[in-house]
T-cell receptor, first 113, second 112 residues
Framework: DVKVTQSSRYLVKRTGEKVFLECVQD?????MFWYRQDPGLGLRLIYF???????EKGDIPEGYSVSREKKERFSLILESASTNQTSMYLC????????????FGPGTRLTVL | SQQGEEDPQALSIQEGENATMNCSYK?????LQWYRQNSGRGLVHLIL?????REKHSGRLRVTLDTSKKSSSLLITASRAADTASYFC????????????FGPGTRLSVLP
């Protein structure tokens, strides 16, 4: 079974802090994604990566950056957290030969005070 | 940009009844998928239907796609309390699956 794990289920940070959200997948997937999920808005794509050191902006990249130094790990970075970044963050991965199916991690609920 | 919109936003039914959720989108797509999310959890892929398909079945799930109306429906037959979850449609118009667009979801409650 594909396993996508995220470093924290719940996280509370203060405004202005630098925040790292980690995602690891164990199926050697090429593609990895970061979404945020907000009530009434569904999932919105922040960034994705289709290879090590490669990254592409999604629909809402402002205020975020990412890092993919190893194939299995995709990090989302909030350089200076703000209260409007309070949200559920979901990581996903997919195989290059089966991009139709994304496998999701359990999510990190981030609260910025 | 294209966007999936589920309808209704919330649905409450009795165990054993069928549940139907709808999804509409705005632009041409390569495929449409349905995902399920239990409260506070990640999303689980349920079923995919391609743009050249009209209907697909998987167990108690039936998905239809009408590209002329840019809409899809998900039918869950003989619902169970364990089906209680949020259901999302995701449309994909990209070449490499890199641009799924998710709707806001339908919250399904199946009462025992």
């Amino acid at each position: 079974d594909v396993k996508v794990t995220q470093s924290s289920r719940y996280l509370v940070k203060r405004t202005g802090e630098k925040v790292f959200l980690e995602c690891v997948q164990d199926m050697d997937h090429e593609n990895m994604f970061w979404y945020r999920q907000d009530p009434g808005l569904g999932l919105r794509l922040i960034y994705f990566s289709y290879d090590v050191k490669m990254k592409e902006k999604g629909d809402i990249p402002e205020g975020y950056s990412v890092s993919r130094e190893k194939k299995e790990r995709f990090s989302l970075i909030l350089e200076s957290a703000s209260t409007n970044q309070t949200s559920m963050y979901l990581c996903a991965s997919s195989f290059w030969a089966d991009t139709d199916t994304q496998y999701f991690g359990p999510g990190t609920r981030l609260t910025v005070l | 940009s294209q966007q999936g919109e589920e309808d209704p936003q919330a649905l409450s039914i009795q165990e054993g009844e069928n549940a139907t959720m709808n999804c509409s989108y705005k632009t041409s797509i390569n495929n449409l998928q349905w995902y399920r999310q239990n409260s506070g959890r990640g999303l689980v892929h349920l079923i995919l239907i391609r743009s050249n398909e009209r209907e697909k079945h998987s167990g108690r799930l039936r998905v239809t796609l009408d590209t002329s109306k840019k809409s899809s429906s998900l039918l869950i037959t003989a619902s169970r309390a364990a089906d209680t979850a949020s259901y999302f449609c995701a449309t994909d118009a990209s070449n490499y699956g890199q641009n799924f667009v998710f709707g806001p979801g339908t919250r399904l409650s199946v009462l025992p």
